[in-house]
């Protein structure tokens, strides 16, 4: 919730999150079923998830991209994420 607050202020990332609960590295699908997309966007998801993976030890970079102007759209997801930025182009990458 602190992510999606932050980010409707008009923040981008890097913002200090609280730190993730302790639940292990397997438990991945169920943090990722907890971001599903109907709550939150994917920049929120993102930053949650580059905070979760770096406390489990595993930086992974977030990155935004964008479409043509022409039917303009954005995206956010971690690097490594297959298919994640498939038809757009990265326009920011901020560093885990």
Same mark, same amino acid.
Request: no cysteine; net charge positive; hydrophobic share 45%.
């Given at each position: 919730m @602190? $992510? &999606? &607050? &932050? @980010? $409707? $202020? #008009? #923040?981008? !990332? !890097?913002f200090e999150l609280p730190a993730p609960p302790p639940v292990p590295l397997a438990a991945g699908g169920g943090v990722r079923i907890a971001l599903r997309p109907a709550l939150f966007t994917c920049l929120v998801r993102a930053t949650v998830l580059q905070a979760w993976y770096s406390a489990h030890g595993i930086r992974r970079d977030l990155v935004i991209g964008v479409t043509s102007p022409r039917e303009f759209t954005a995206h956010a997801w971690l690097d490594g994420d297959p298919h994640a930025g498939d038809g757009y182009a990265e326009l920011m990458r901020r560093p885990a």
């Open positions: @602190v $992510a &999606r &607050r &932050r @980010v $409707a $202020a #008009g #923040g981008l !990332p !890097p």
